[in-house]
């Protein structure tokens, strides 16, 4: 025990040390018309559209310089391209990635780094992918395929872009979980396990990175009216011989007591503020926005 109080009060006083030199970013002033995340940086995946999109549109709008990466046509990357840099006045740099492949990862995190050589400052995991049936019909490649995109290919980015955070002083690491990583639904055992894994990670990461500048937080919306939650709704339709808006509410009623979908720009906005001062001690959290479904 003597040991473990002299080797946890040397890391306080080590820490106190360096926060009082250039490593730590405290806090400064913004010049006029300077947006909070101006000179920033961050790589959103699964930002083609959905809530990755979502949140690298809120980043950008606040100044951030955006690494963005997904499945999109030549035509829709060049749009968003312009939307970014024209609209946000910000740099834009598009990545293609399967992230069920560790080489494409691998190859994802080297270009951004030849972008950015120091390293970018705020690392979204948004990419997500669903399928719903009973676990004896689930198709074992199905389930390999999920685990990758929303479990292992987290690992793998945070593990590739992690050091040049902690050699800066200074990162934001929001993992995009869901509800589905605290509590379970029926019908959804991969993308359920693969949630509940990465809020896992989340708070080891945290650990592992306390005290450091770099945070790492996840959070976990209940319904959100997403391309994802479109697809769950029409699947939902043609089961029970229903129209659109009645499985809408229909699966809305069923875990969500607020009867209402939170907003992807609601979603957004949360992991904007989770890569502001106002979050600096926030780290290890996982928050929800559920509409009250984990109150119950």
């Not at 010049?31 to 950008?60: D, F, M, Y």
């Not at 450091?212 to 939650?229: A, D, E, F, H």
Request: proline share 4%.
């Amino acid at each position: 025990m003597a040991a473990l109080a002299r080797r946890s009060l040397q890391r306080l006083v080590r820490l106190q040390v360096e926060s009082k030199g250039s490593r730590f970013i405290v806090s400064r002033h913004m010049s006029q018309g300077e947006k909070p995340l101006s000179g920033k940086s961050a790589i959103v995946t699964g930002s083609t559209s959905g809530i990755g999109l979502g949140i690298a549109r809120a980043l950008a709008s606040n100044g951030c310089n955006i690494v963005f990466t997904g499945h999109k046509d030549e035509a829709g990357i060049r749009e968003l391209h312009q939307e970014f840099t024209r609209q946000h006045k910000v740099k834009a740099n598009y990545i293609p990635a399967e992230l069920t492949r560790p080489s494409d990862i691998e190859k994802l995190c080297h270009e951004t780094m030849a972008y950015y050589p120091e390293g970018v400052n705020i690392l979204i995991n948004a990419a997500g992918i669903q399928h719903v049936c009973p676990i004896e019909k689930f198709p074992l490649e199905r389930w390999d395929t999920m685990m990758s995109v929303m479990l292992t290919a987290p690992f793998q980015v945070i593990k590739h872009l992690l050091p040049a955070m902690k050699a800066k002083g200074w990162g934001r690491i929001v993992n995009v979980s869901t509800v589905h990583g605290l509590v379970a639904s029926v019908n959804k055992c991969a993308y359920v396990a693969a949630k509940h894994g990465l809020n896992g990670l989340t708070k080891v990461v945290a650990l592992e990175t306390a005290g450091t500048g770099v945070t790492c937080n996840s959070i976990c919306p209940g319904w959100v009216l997403s391309t994802m939650m479109e697809q769950q709704i029409a699947q939902a339709s043609a089961e029970n011989g229903i129209s659109w808006d009645e499985a809408k509410w229909l699966l809305i009623s069923q875990k969500q007591p607020s009867m209402q979908f939170a907003t992807i720009e609601q979603v957004a906005a949360s992991v904007v503020y989770l890569c502001s001062p106002a979050a600096d001690q926030m780290t290890g959290s996982c928050m929800t926005m559920d509409g009250g479904w984990t109150a119950q």
